[in-house]
């Protein structure tokens, strides 16, 4: 197949902003994180909204989709910690109670001026605040320094760290998963997704932990403890962020689309872009958060 010159250098130069804009908000500092991810929830929502909207044969009123998204927003600030304050101002305190007043205003009057509603459209809709919103609320809760005591080992982690090694790690097994499988592959994944193969799976996975193991090893100067700790992050991220690319599949299928929207042309949507981490990042929360019951050392 011959290769479209124009087309290349659209996804090229989309691959560049796009990974310009998410190096900024990662690294900047936690506002620029917050953004970063606000307007990931947002995007996430609308395109959710398109889905559903294709599955079921039906369209959401402009403020029934406010209404939800709002409502969502604040989940997602219900989750930002004691870094995000502004002269004392903490936005989990002062910023969600009043957004989520605002979405519940906007969704009842959605409802109210709705000529009808179908229950399994709305119960769907109803979802995405867990699907989408308590998954960006658990990101944005990573988001902090972690003091790690385990026996005679301390290891002080950044507050971007975590929100970093699942993106890596998911990164890694994405492109090692497709490099496997297009050498190796025979056995489909699933029928959702038959592009992808057990071998590649597999493939990727191993290689994203081997990977991200191999450079915290070096990086916390021969730490095992650290190192096996974020390995099994790796793995986690790596494993669960699967089913999120496959559920994601599963949902574009049900709405007979390629895509979920085109804000990266060449590239999809912000489902398309972020559909493993909705998934893993819950996962990675729980598996921190367990260790917190266990270790008792302090996270965020």
Known sequence: MALNRKTFQTRTLTAII?????????????WSFLVLFSVIHFGCWWEYFNLLEKIHHTSYHRYTRLGFMLMGYAIMLWFCGPSYQVNNYHVKENFSFPVSVAGFVMLGMGIFQSRQIKRKAF?????GLLYISLSWGMMISLYGEIDMHIHDTRLVVGGN?????????????????????????????????PKKTWEGTIGGILLSILVIGIVTFLVTDNSWPATVLVMILAAVASIVGTFGDILESKLKRMANVKDSGNFMPGHGGFLDRFDSMLLA????????????????FPII
């Not at 929100?163 to 297009?182: H, Q, R």
């Open 18 to 30: 796009f990974a310009a804009v998410m190096l900024v908000g990662l690294l900047w500092n936690q």
């Open 123 to 127: 119960g769907a809709a109803a979802l």
């Open 161 to 193: 760290v975590v929100p970093i090694l699942i993106i890596v790690s998911i990164w890694i097994n994405d492109t090692m998963a497709y490099i496997v499988g297009s050498m190796i592959g025979k056995t489909p994944l699933s029928k959702i997704s």
């Open 281 to 296: 990042t819950p996962a990675v929360w729980l598996y921190l958060y367990s260790l917190f019951y266990i270790f008792s």
